[in-house]
């Protein structure tokens, strides 16, 4: 299902004399503008905002025509970010421009989407130099309070995979630890070996001096590299490269495909794609989230958490959980519920949360889920009945075993765990039981 958003700019975006000027389409306040500056690394900027950008364009599944999507930005605290999802939600894209990057001061602290239309491609794909590049996130004359002539409204359709994917991605990557780190020259040489774009094999990357080795199975320290066509968008971004980190979460023999996030950092800037563990799985339909959603007590830790964020460039999380009176555990539940509405995400190379605000409906991504409202609807019926470590539950045509292991997980007699052995979140029964269970945080 698509939610329609109506985006509505003052003008295009657009390469001007006086540098690019970055249109938004609301925040805070109308049409805000987070920062005016200079961007200290013209060229890479540009080649990374084509990335994000040609990412939001792009279906690697069942390739279409374009999604021309626009990315999301955020002002915070010393910090822009771009992000978009692929149109298959398959390929989550990020821009972080650091302090290093910018000549100027963030005025205001903000989320909105960014017009990124053809003309402004072409101008981008032709900055070059050392001359650095100024940026208006925004117009300059923030008094226009009405629509006129010069108003360039448009309507474009926001699929709510997009809002699932947000949710998703940061409780993923927040499992992540860096697994290699090679230099620019090693990198590029790297991707000119990897299969071509339209190979949907799952590959792993292992660790060898230093270089990476790719290898068809899954082995410690190894990341996972699902169709590696799906980081030809960082091409563009390898000259302006110092390093290529990897990130993703630990494996081993016999693992299953797992996401992994390959990102390049020039100093001033980074840029990273997140890819799905397979080129057919969009991260909205992974379940991560579920998990954390399924608490009694996360929605009222959500508002109490979410009052506490401040625009900081990383979250804190142990401070939070001081200053809320809260465990840790709960606070990151509360994390995982703020993200449904899109007001956090993660940052593997800062290892911590990172507020942001996004115009969707924050019970959204809950009543789009069928197994989030299925669990609930089993637990309304009374359809769960615990005894001891193996928990029944009944529906009208079935009856399902649910067993608690000694980590915490769950597994179930039904066809989804069968299918999916754990890998693609809770199933609805598992979800009823953990809903019956101690609350996250609390005792066991």
């Known amino acids: 299902m698509n939610a329609v958003q109506t985006y509505r700019y003052l003008q295009p975006s657009a390469l001007r004399a006086a540098g690019l000027d970055l249109q938004t389409c609301g925040g805070p306040a109308a049409n805000p503008r987070f920062f005016a500056g200079f961007l200290t690394a013209p060229a890479a900027s540009a080649a990374g905002l084509l990335a994000v950008a040609e990412v939001a364009r792009t279906r690697y599944h069942q390739p279409v025509n374009p999604a021309s999507l626009d990315p999301v930005v955020t002002g915070s605290r010393g910090r822009l970010r771009f992000e978009s999802f692929s149109g298959c939600c398959g390929v989550y894209a990020r821009m972080d421009v650091l302090p290093a990057g910018l000549d100027g001061e963030i005025s205001g602290h903000g989320t909105t989407n960014v017009d990124v239309n053809p003309p402004l491609r072409e101008a981008l794909a032709r900055v070059g130099g050392i001359e650095p590049l100024h940026v208006a996130v925004g117009p300059d004359d923030l008094t226009v309070s009405t629509m006129d002539g010069s108003v360039v409204e448009r309507k474009v359709p926001l699929p709510g995979r997009w809002l699932r994917g947000f949710a998703e991605v940061h409780v993923l990557t927040a499992g992540f630890e860096p697994r290699a780190e090679i230099a620019a020259a090693e990198a590029a040489a790297f991707l000119r070996r990897l299969p071509a774009a339209t190979d949907r094999s799952v590959l792993w990357a292992v660790p060898a001096g230093r270089t990476l080795r790719l290898t068809s199975r899954p082995v410690p320290g190894a990341v996972c590299l699902a169709g590696a066509g799906r980081l030809a968008a960082l091409r563009g971004v390898l000259r302006h490269a110092r390093t290529l980190r990897v990130y993703g979460p630990a494996v081993r023999a016999g693992s299953p495909a797992v996401p992994s996030t390959w990102e390049l950092d020039t100093g001033a800037l980074r840029v990273s794609l997140t890819l799905s563990p397979e080129p057919y799985r969009g991260f909205s339909g992974e379940g991560a989230a579920l998990a954390a959603l399924a ?13 506490l964020l401040d625009w900081d460039p990383a979250v804190d999380v142990a401070a939070l959980a001081d200053a809320a009176a809260l465990p840790d555990e709960r606070v990151r539940a509360a994390l995982a519920q703020l993200g449904t509405a899109g007001r956090v995400g993660y940052d593997v190379a800062d290892g911590a949360y990172f507020h942001r605000v996004m115009p969707y409906d924050a019970g959204r991504a809950e009543r789009d889920n069928p197994r989030l409202v299925g669990a609930r609807a089993l637990v309304e019926r009374g359809a769960v009945e615990r005894d001891g470590e193996t928990t029944t539950v009944r529906t009208d045509a079935e009856t399902y075993r649910v067993r608690r292991h000694p980590d915490g997980a769950y ?24 809903m019956v269970a101690a609350p996250v945080g609390a005792p066991s």
């Open 411 to 434: 597994s179930c007699s039904c066809r989804w765990w069968a299918r999916h052995r754990g890998q693609r979140g809770p199933c609805r029964h598992a979800l009823a039981v953990s």
């Open 295 to 307: 608490g009694d007590d996360v929605v009222d830790d959500a508002e109490l958490v979410g009052a």
